[in-house]
């Protein structure tokens, strides 16, 4: 660390709320999860006995240059955060500062008595991915990376047109076909929902839906995931950064796709639909339409985030790999 720099605890998300949010303008990477908001809401509903331990470097005229949300338990490391409910992660490192930042990230672990450092959901093109395992196996840590999953995203192009040429001729023509189809039927429409208020008020029928839609969500709603997905909602319309979409058939709610706009970017966070009416393809239909609605407001791509779902490539999806990287010290493998 440079004699100009100095490494700061984070003792809660609220004391540099603001200084953390400018700083994401500056880093490489930036995108909601590794927004204060978005750790703070993780961290109520999900800590289960860690401690926070991340720490935030700034320069000789006070402003912050880096930022780790960390935590801990006993003496390994992780993200603050985890793969079931946040997509990304990373480190908040502004541009050009990542050669000071990645050997005070060390430092910190080394003096904090950690043994390993799991660092989970890590872009294909983060500076922590390019940098940090050489630099550990140069300080005697053993590294193991992994791919941990994919997110398939589509950069979005000027018009529908342009988007419907990009995909495969059959995709183009089963979308084509299942629009007119759902175009045909006499009573249906599709509507945003961003008001904080109506937002709160439509978060059961959300839930019910996404439940229903499949026993593997169903299972995932764990009454503690539930709330998480409750105080998510009621935040993020808050911000301003909600859109949740539903679908309405014969005066009957049947689909749902709850998005998250952010630098540009729509995020499919999680949806649901009614089985009923799959004739329809009310599910993947719905989620066309939020994609259309986002090139129409000129984002920069739209985001399927984690999962390889087959829906996913037959909009146009293309995968960004994800990384698992674990560091250990020497004695710890030793068991020391």
Request: net charge negative; glycine share 8%; aromatic share 12%.
């Amino acid at each position: 660390m440079t004699s100009t720099s100095q490494a700061n605890p984070i003792k809660s998300f609220e004391d540099i709320r603001l200084q953390w949010q400018e700083l994401l303008g500056r880093s490489v990477v930036n995108n909601l999860y590794i927004t204060p908001t978005w750790q703070e809401l993780w961290w109520s509903a999900f800590q289960n006995g860690r401690s926070l331990a991340g720490f935030y470097l700034t320069d000789g005229a006070g402003q912050l240059t880096a930022l780790a949300s960390l935590s801990r338990y006993g003496d390994n490391f992780s993200f603050v955060g985890n793969s079931d409910t946040c997509d990304y992660n990373d480190f908040v490192i502004a541009r050009g500062t990542e050669p000071e930042f990645f050997p005070a990230l060390l430092d910190a672990i080394d003096s904090g008595g950690g043994r390993q450092l799991d660092l989970f959901s890590v872009g294909e093109d983060s500076p922590t991915l390019a940098m940090l395992p050489d630099l550990a196996r140069a300080r005697g840590y053993s590294v193991d990376i992994d791919e941990e999953d994919v997110a398939p995203r589509i950069d979005l192009p000027p018009t529908w047109d342009d988007y419907l040429a990009g995909l495969s001729k059959k995709d183009r023509h089963e979308l084509r076909r299942k629009l007119r189809r759902l175009e045909g039927h006499d009573n249906w429409r599709w509507f945003c929902v961003s008001d904080p208020e109506e937002a709160t008020e439509r978060a059961d029928t959300f839930l019910d839906l996404m439940r229903r839609s499949d026993p593997a969500k169903a299972e995932f709603l764990t009454p503690d995931r539930e709330e998480f997905f409750r105080r998510l909602i009621a935040a993020t319309a808050s911000q301003g950064v909600l859109r949740l979409f539903f679908m309405e058939m014969d005066d009957k709610l049947v689909a749902t796709s709850l998005c998250l706009d952010y630098d540009g970017v729509r995020m499919l966070y999680n949806s649901g639909h009614d089985m009923e009416y799959r004739y329809y393809s009310v599910g993947l239909l719905l989620h066309a339409l939020c994609l259309r609605d986002a090139l129409e407001q000129g984002y920069r791509y739209f985001d399927f985030l984690r999962g390889n779902e087959p829906y996913k490539y037959r909009l146009g999806g293309r995968d960004h790999h994800l990384y698992r990287i674990t560091l250990r010290r020497a004695d710890a493998l030793a068991g020391g």
